[in-house]
């Protein structure tokens, strides 16, 4: 019954009709406003903020994933290591509700060359031209069917994806690339790689990309994952060719290899040995098998090398006219090389079926996706302890360590801005409560004269001053919530990408974070507004009625 008569006296002030006169009533006007005003930014504070985390976190991820596993003794963070795409935990790690997608990827950094630039100068007495050629480093990513395009959905802003029906070199770029190289989509652009000298390549755009994130799109160039291959030399190919010689009185079978570590050994039949050829009687019809295989790690001590798959190459021997071989024999009968499948030698026909390469079974690492963020931690123990011993595992933020250190500092913002305004709606409020105690002073002194006790009289007044937190709750969020709609609708507020890596500004919309400021603001502002209710246990009632 208390408890009701305390909370009818509260709702009673705050309708009250005679505030309109007096002091109280532009003082609870102005804490509500600050309450509104407070809360409004404190929301719309943490969802923006929030929301810029969230977009540059989406952006570096999605040029990365969330976790790469890669060779543990790489020793290169940008030209990747070959490992085989057949392990055991691809793709049987995206069983895991936890994992989105788990996808083979590889890396070549090249550097792009310009069409050469001419500009021609009247000088009078002669014509001078001076000519220039951009020069741009870049990174390629070698990307398979399967890759989760997701992120670029609404980044590709000419042109289209990478068609993986065939084999090509076609390549997606950046919008900054374009405009600094002066291509458009069509264009055969010439890149040059690394090797023992410069290699060029040509490729061709087929589409266009823009992030606004000018750290990651002045350098990644999207191509087929199967022209990494072939650019790295992953894996080994093998071809068979007859020599213009002979050793003795038989041919000379040679195999020739390609890839790897250009160290090789060679099995025509029984054991794997260095030498590189095979004789033949050039009497009976045969056919020879050859496998060849990296040597490097019999040389480094390995008993083992699961990273190194051989190829293998077959000639059949067709006997037409059995002859032995001789320089006379080849000078009258010259040996013919028709394609690479056939050979013509004096003694018949040689059909050559050369091995098809083993580079399509490297990648440079492994790309894993996840669903939550907040999961990646957890995540990247699992995977972990999944992968073999000689994989190790790399999270985005190990990668990328300065933006992300940003990004966390981004958290101290929001709490010092919540801070400060919690201090200020405390101060207005505080503010409110004593005005308010001070004009109902006479009204205090008579409850307390018919023996009401300072507990009660101060639930009055605390009452109210929840009565006003909670309207400057309701309208805080509508306001907050509604600007927050707006933004996300029209995207009216803009940014420049250049600067903040974003277009427009962000807004995450996160139930929880609402619900937490509100509490926080409700719990913080109920128990310090207990501290100045005090003052009522001070007032005397016989000079409190006659206070006015």
Known sequence: MILKAEFFIARRIIRGGDNKSRLSRPIVVI??????LGLAIMIITVSVVTGFQKGIRDKVIGFGSHIQVTD?????????????????FYPSLEEDENVKKIQPVGYKPGILQSSRDSVAFDLGTHDTVTSSIDLLGVLFKG??????????????VEGELIDFESSNNEVIISKYISEKMG????????AFFIKERPTPRTFKIVGIYRTGFEEFDQKFIYTQLSQIQKLNNWGVQTFLTLADTCDGDEYVLRGVTRGGSNLYKYNWGTDYIERDYFLLEGK???????TARDHDWEISGMAIEPNSVPDTAWATIQIDSACACSEEILAKSPIQRIGDSLIIAPFGSIQIKNGIGTHHLYAGGFEVLIHEWEDLEEMDEIIYHQIPAEFDTVKITELHPDIFAWLDFLDLNIAIVIGLILIVSLINMITSLLVMILEKTNMIGIMKALGAK???????????AMFLLSRGLLWGNILGIGLLLFQHYTNIFSLNPDVYY????????????????NLLTLIVCRFILIVPSYLVSRIDPTKAIKFD
């Not at 804490?31 to 509104?36: P, Q, Y």
């Not at 009976?284 to 050859?290: A, F, G, L, S």
């Not at 300072?454 to 109210?464: E, P, Q, T, W």
């Open 31 to 36: 804490s509500l406003a600050s309450i509104i």
């Open 72 to 88: 543990l003794y790489a020793s290169s963070n940008i030209e990747s290591s070959p490992i085989l795409i057949n392990q055991e």
């Open 143 to 156: 990307i398979d069917e399967n890759y989760d395009w997701s992120f670029f959905e609404d980044k590709l």
């Open 183 to 190: 291509y458009k989509i069509g264009d055969e652009i010439q």
């Open 284 to 290: 009976i019809n045969e056919t020879i098998q050859m």
């Open 454 to 464: 300072n507990r009660s009289i101060r639930k009055i007044f605390l009452y109210h």
């Open 502 to 517: 974003l277009e427009t500004v962000p807004v995450n919309f996160n139930l929880l974070h609402i619900l937490y400021i």
